[in-house]
C-alpha cells in the first residue's frame, strides 16, 4: 500500500471515529435532558400529592393490560387460580417435604457402593441461640449418617460462653456419636476473628471427610440434602453438586421469600450470577495446590471458590430439588446485598480473576439493574472481522426496508455486508425496492441474491417449493463473512451496538450460536433464549414469551447474558466456519424448528449457544409467513414437530438443562408445575 492509500485510511478511520463519538455525544445529551426533565416531574408538589391517584390508576391499567395478555376476563380468572395454585404448592417445597417416618428409615438404611463422610464447614461467629440450634439440628437430621460437622468459632468474648455451650450439649446427642464413640461434631474456639474466609479456612482443618460442604450458620438444611447429594456421587459420579434453594423469613422455613430453582451448570450464568450459591460440596482433592476461601475476596468468597472449583470439577451436578433454606434477616446478604456492600468489589474481582485465568484480558465488569451482583461483562471485540447479515425475503418491501434502514442507521460496526435472499416474489414494489438497492448508498453494502433462479439453475425445477432452510443456507453460501447473522426482514434494529454485542461471544472459541433480545412492537417480549420441551407440541418455546419489557425476568434472567439450548434464527450470529462445520440448516425442517435443530446440533459438537439481553430489536413476529398453528400450518407444524421430537428423543428425554424440572412445560414464565401439587415432597 502506498503512502497516499495509508494517508486515506487513516483519514477515513478518523472519520468514522469522530462520526461515533458524534452519535454518542447525541445520545448522552438525550440522555441528561431527559433526566433533568424526569427530576423536575418528581420534585414538583403536585406530582407528590398525587401519588396515590396514580398508584389507583396504574392498578386499573395493569388489570386492563392482564386481560389483554389474557385474551379475556376468563383468562385472567385463570391465571389468578393458577397463582393461588402455585401458592399452595409452594407450601410443600418447606416442612411438608421433610421424610416421612417409612422414607425416612428407607434412606437412613440405604446402602451404595461409596459411602464417602462429607465434613460440612460452618463459620461461627455471634450466632444467634436460635439460629445455631436450627442450623446443628438440621444437621443431626440428617437421613444419611456418614457426616461430619465442623464448627471454627470466631464469637467475641460476649458470646462465646454461650455459643460454645450450645455445641457442647449437640455433641453430647446420641445422634452426633458414632458406634466407636468418637463424635461427629467437632469444635474449635478461635483466638480471633478472622472474617468469613479465614473461619471457613479453620474449619477445613478439621475436616476429615472425601467430601466438603459449606454450610451458613443461620441457615437450614433439608434432612434429605446428603442423601441425594451420596445418590449422586454413585450414579454421576459427581465432585461437585449443588442444589435448588430458597429464602425464607423469620424462623419458619414455610414462609418463603423466594424460591431459587437453578439451571444445570452453566459458565457464561456463573460469571454474571453467582446462581449456585447454596449448597455446595466438592470432593477435596479439588483443592490440591489451592485455597479454600481467600481473604481477598470476602464477601463474595463463595463466588470466588465455586468458579475456581468448578474449573477443575469434571463432573458438576445439579439436584434439581429444594434442599437448602437461607434465613433473611436483618444484616445477611439474603436480606439485602447492602448489607455489606464491599461483597459488591469482591463479586466483581472474583470474576475478573476468573476471567483472566481464562485468557481473558481486556474486558469490563458492570452491575446490571436487577441486582449489584448481577453483572454484565463486556468482552473485547478482537479486530473488525467481516460479518454477513443473511435476510431471507419474499415481497414484504416496506418491512424489509425498515430492516435494512435500522441496520445502516443504528450499527456502529461498519466492517458488515448484508445478503438479501429472494424467494418467490413478484410485486412491482418490491422489484422497484431492489432495484433502488442497487443503486442508493446501500449499494456497496447489499447484494440481492435470487434462490429460485440458483434451483431453477442447478434442477430445471420452474417452482421451487419453499423451503426456508435452503433459502438460508444459500444465502451464506453466497457469503463472504467471517461470522453470519441470521436475520429476519421483519425486525428492526435498537441496540446501536448489537453486531459488537452479539460478536463478542461468536468470537469465543466455546460458543456456537448467540442470540439477540427481541421485542413485539409494543415493547414486550417475543424472544429471550429457547427452552427444549416448553410449549403444547413438547417441542422448544420462548421463555419470558409476552411478559414486559422491562421485566427482570426469573431471579434477574433477563438482564445477563447466559448460556441456553437454543436462540431463534430471527437473530442468530455464528461464526462461518462452526456454521459449516454442523451443516447449516437441516433442509428437511422446512420451515420450524430449523433454529432449534442447527442449536443443538452445535451443542452436539461441545459449543455453548448463548443468550444476551444487551442486543436489542424489535421483532414483527411472523409477518412474513403467517403464524404457525393456523390452518395447513398447523398440520405442518405437527409434521415437522414430530420430526424434530424423533430426531432429538435423547435429548428431549434428558429435558432442558438450562431449565429446572420444577417448572412448568405449558407456560413460559417459570411458574412452578403444580401437577399433582399435592405430593410435591421430594421425591
Known amino acids: 500500500m502506498s503512502e497516499m492509500d495509508y494517508k486515506a485510511a487513516y483519514e477515513r478511520e478518523k472519520l468514522k471515529a469522530a462520526d461515533l463519538a458524534g452519535r454518542i455525544a447525541e445520545l448522552e445529551d438525550k ?7 424526569l427530576n423536575r416531574i418528581k420534585n414538583n408538589p403536585i406530582w407528590k400529592a398525587s401519588t396515590p391517584a396514580r398508584n389507583a390508576m396504574h392498578w386499573v391499567i ?16 385463570a391465571k389468578i387460580r393458577y397463582k393461588q395454585i402455585e401458592k399452595r404448592a409452594m407450601t ?25 463422610m462429607v465434613s460440612i464447614l ?10 445455631l440450634r436450627d442450623m446443628i439440628s438440621s444437621v443431626l437430621d440428617q437421613t444419611y449418617s456418614n457426616w461430619q460437622l465442623c464448627l471454627a468459632d470466631g464469637s467475641d468474648n460476649e458470646h462465646v460462653g454461650q455459643v460454645s455451650a ?3 450439649e449437640y455433641q453430647a446427642d446420641k445422634r452426633a456419636i458414632r458406634p466407636d464413640g468418637s463424635c461427629r461434631i467437632v469444635y474449635k474456639k478461635l483466638a480471633k476473628n478472622e472474617g468469613i474466609s479465614g473461619n471457613t479456612n479453620q474449619c477445613l482443618t478439621l475436616a476429615e471427610g472425601e467430601y466438603i460442604g459449606l454450610f451458613d450458620h443461620d441457615d437450614i438444611l433439608h434432612p434429605e440434602a446428603l442423601y441425594w447429594y451420596i445418590k449422586a456421587i454413585n450414579e454421576e459420579n459427581a465432585d461437585y453438586i449443588y442444589c435448588d434453594e430458597t429464602t425464607f423469613k423469620g424462623d419458619d422455613i414455610n414462609r418463603m421469600i423466594t424460591m431459587h430453582f437453578k439451571p444445570d451448570y452453566a459458565i457464561d450464568n456463573l460469571r454474571a450470577n453467582n446462581y449456585i450459591c447454596h449448597f455446595s460440596v466438592f470432593k477435596r482433592e479439588l483443592l490440591d495446590g489451592t ?15 465455586i468458579l475456581r472449583l468448578t474449573d477443575r470439577a469434571q463432573h458438576i451436578v445439579h439436584v434439581p430439588k429444594l434442599l437448602y433454606y437461607w434465613r433473611s434477616h436483618a444484616g445477611s446478604v439474603a436480606s439485602n446485598i447492602n448489607a455489606k456492600p464491599y461483597a459488591i468489589d469482591a463479586a466483581k474481582g472474583a470474576v475478573a480473576d476468573h476471567l483472566r485465568r481464562h485468557g481473558y484480558d481486556h474486558f469490563k465488569i458492570t452491575s446490571t439493574r436487577a441486582f449489584e451482583t448481577i453483572f454484565k461483562i463486556t468482552y473485547e471485540v478482537k479486530g473488525t472481522p467481516k460479518i454477513s447479515v443473511i435476510i431471507p425475503n419474499c415481497e414484504h418491501a416496506e418491512d424489509l426496508k425498515r430492516c435494512i434502514d435500522s441496520i445502516y442507521e443504528k450499527s456502529v460496526y461498519d466492517n458488515y455486508e448484508i445478503i438479501v435472499v429472494e424467494n418467490n416474489s413478484t410485486g412491482a414494489e418490491i422489484r422497484g425496492y431492489y432495484e433502488e438497492l442497487g443503486t442508493g448508498a446501500l449499494k456497496d453494502i447489499v447484494r440481492v441474491v435470487n434462490y429460485n433462479d440458483y434451483v431453477r439453475e442447478k434442477t430445471g425445477d420452474q417452482k421451487p417449493a419453499f ?11 453466497q457469503s463472504t463473512g467471517e461470522f453470519v447473522i441470521l436475520l429476519n426482514n421483519d425486525t428492526q434494529v435498537i441496540t446501536v451496538n448489537w453486531m459488537e454485542e452479539l460478536l463478542m461471544y461468536a468470537q469465543r472459541s466455546d460458543v456456537g450460536a448467540v442470540g439477540a433480545k427481541l421485542y413485539f412492537p409494543d415493547r414486550k417480549i417475543q424472544h429471550a433464549g429457547v427452552v427444549l420441551k416448553l410449549g403444547a407440541h413438547r417441542t422448544a418455546g420462548h421463555s419470558h414469551y409476552g411478559q414486559a419489557g422491562m421485566n427482570l425476568g426469573y431471579m434477574g434472567r433477563l438482564c445477563y447474558a447466559q448460556d441456553v439450548s437454543a436462540v431463534t434464527g430471527a437473530c442468530l450470529m455464528v461464526s462461518r466456519a462452526k456454521y459449516d462445520e454442523v451443516g447449516g440448516f437441516d433442509e428437511s425442517f422446512e420451515v420450524s424448528l430449523n433454529d432449534v435443530d442447527f442449536c443443538l446440533k452445535l451443542r452436539e459438537k461441545g459449543y455453548l449457544n448463548v443468550f444476551t439481553p444487551f442486543a436489542e430489536l424489535y421483532h414483527y413476529e411472523s409477518l412474513s409467513r403467517g403464524l404457525d398453528l393456523e390452518g395447513r400450518n398447523a398440520e405442518r407444524y405437527k409434521g415437522e414437530a414430530k420430526h424434530f421430537r424423533k430426531k432429538w428423543k435423547a435429548v428431549l428425554d434428558k429435558g432442558d438443562p438450562y431449565y429446572n424440572p420444577n417448572f412448568s412445560l405449558d407456560r413460559s414464565d417459570f411458574s412452578l408445575n403444580v401437577e399433582g401439587y399435592s405430593s410435591l415432597r421430594v421425591q
Open 166 to 168: 450450645i455445641v457442647k
Open 122 to 131: 460452618v463459620p461461627l461467629y455471634n450466632t444467634p441461640e436460635k439460629f
Open 62 to 77: 395493569r388489570q386492563r393490560d392482564r386481560v389483554r395478555n389474557q385474551g379475556s376476563l376468563k383468562g385472567v380468572i
Open 291 to 305: 485455597e479454600l476461601f481467600r481473604p481477598r475476596f470476602d464477601g463474595s468468597q463463595d463466588h470466588d471458590m
Open 467 to 477: 423451503n426456508y432452510s435452503a433459502v438460508v443456507n444459500y444465502g451464506v453460501s
Open 92 to 116: 410443600h417445597y418447606g416442612t411438608e417435604s421433610f421424610p416421612s417416618e417409612e422414607t425416612r428409615r428407607q434412606q437412613e438404611s440405604a446402602t451404595f457402593e461409596k459411602m464417602p
Open 31 to 37: 440522555n441528561q435532558e431527559l433526566e433533568f426533565k
